[in-house]
């Protein structure tokens, strides 16, 4: 929905508009846009909802991002939302839909959020980016110890890596596998689309914090912000480990105030939470990967590599053409965005599935960062914006971006399912193997108790977030 109220400003008195403005709306003029009479509003007071404001107000033009959200609407979108200046401007769920109220699986986009805490843990001293992991685990070999945070962070840790592996590590002891996972590259030379490795960071928060790795969460992050821990939903693996990988469930509207966060270069209502360092470096490719952060998705690459599976691709352009190049997001599977785009002041949160399957290329259609139908709403947002010289236009359909079959060839199937290296981790033999963990038991645990423990820890989460919902 577009918000349509009408401003009460006399032409002759833009002081006094302006007073009634703040009195009866909650938002201020913006020093750097007050010759287009733009708007600001401040953050929300603990969990109330963002302040309102009409998109001409905020230097959007109405038309232009209302075709924009019904675009987004006709591909799939449960929730599509958008911030200017802190304001909400455009909303297409309402805020009693479904939608709105019940928290959303992220899929990948947990690993951005993983990201923001552990910026948080580094604000606060507990670590820092460069610290080796042996500082963590001593346990480590030299060559494994030798791993830094960062290297896990923008995923050039070297590891050897296919997905038959890491789905099997979530049925074991993700950090010990990784702990004794084989090297494929020299550390950082390399981007690969890891998931159990990253279970290293919320094991080092803990370590560096004392406190489990949600608790400090919602202490650190999500209270400041005035999200409350009844509003999201963050799943464990077997070991009971948070699932950063792709286990985070939250309300757009929440997942809207980390894109803000992050736009607010880490302050939230004259708080410092998160160090401007910390959000610049995360922001900031690599040279492994164009398009790639500290677990965030860039457009500032000329070129990015994608998390094609069963291996990754590289494709020769930046990732969402047609919109800024200082864009970036927490990009999950299927759609989910909460996308920050510092020069136009913007935060923009997506959530739903694909509008359609391209069944000639089902994982472009399915990968949220290569959609082009996600690439061009975003286009579409950002070019409705009148107060800023748009960035050169580009069409994201124009580009051939096709991932492939699934198994193409027997270096696909490889990659998918290697046998020594899934044996390694479920039946705790050869090379890479962790001692004393198989499916069957790990640590002494057997497999059955640890699988009450991780479901009654999801049930207390999912009820306690029904019962937010329903009131």
Known sequence: MIFR???????????????CATALFGVVPVSANAESGAFACTEPAGDQGYQRAEPADLGLDPTA???????????????????????????????????AVLPTPLASSSKGVASVAVGRAITLGKFG?????RTFFPQADERHGALTVRQV?????????????????????????????PFAYEPGSTFQYSQSVLELLPRIVEISTGQD???????????????????????????????????????????????????QRGVWRGQRLIDDSYIRQAAEPT????????????????????????????????????????????????????????????????????????????????????????KELLRRITRAVTDVPAVPDDDPYRYDDSF??????????????????????????????????TLISCDGRPLTADLAAQLSDTLRQVTLAALAANR
């Not at 400003?9 to 007073?19: K, N, P």
């Not at 919109?323 to 935060?347: C, E, T």
Request: hydrophobic share 45%; with cysteine.
């Open 5 to 19: 109220r009408r401003r009460v400003l006399s032409l002759l008195a833009q002081a006094v508009g302006f007073a």
């Open 65 to 99: 991002l209302a075709d924009a959200l019904s675009f987004g609407a006709r591909k799939g979108g449960f929730a599509i939302q958008v911030y200017r200046h802190g304001c909400l401007t455009a909303d297409y769920a309402p805020d009693n839909a479904l939608a």
């Open 129 to 133: 980016l460069d610290d080796p992991l």
């Open 153 to 181: 962070l923008n995923q050039t840790t070297g590891l050897e890596f296919s997905w038959g592996t890491d789905i099997a590590a979530i049925t074991t002891d993700e950090v010990a596998e990784a702990l004794h996972r």
């Open 213 to 263: 790795f949600q608790d400090f969460v919602q202490e650190q992050v999500m209270a400041p912000l005035g999200i409350p821990r009844d509003h999201w939903i963050w799943l464990r693996d077997r070991h009971g480990d948070t699932a950063v990988h792709g286990g985070l469930a939250m309300r757009p509207a929440d997942f809207a105030r980390l894109g803000q966060l992050m736009l």
């Open 287 to 374: 040279a492994a990967n164009g398009g790639y952060g500290f677990l965030f998705w860039l457009n500032a690459g000329d070129s990015y590599k994608t998390a094609t599976v069963p291996m990754a691709k590289v494709f020769p352009h930046n990732m969402f053409p047609g919109s800024p190049r200082d864009m970036y997001s927490f990009v999950g599977a299927l759609g989910q965005f909460s996308v920050v785009v510092p020069s136009l002041d913007m935060v923009i949160v997506r959530t739903g599935i694909p509008g359609s399957i391209d069944l000639t290329n089902t994982q472009t259609s399915l990968a949220a960062e290569s959609n082009p139908d996600n």
């Open 404 to 437: 492939g079959p699934l198994i193409g060839s027997p270096a696909d199937l490889a990659a998918w399912a290697d046998p020594t290296a899934i044996a390694a981790v479920l039946l705790g033999y050869g090379p890479g193997s962790v001692p004393d963990c």
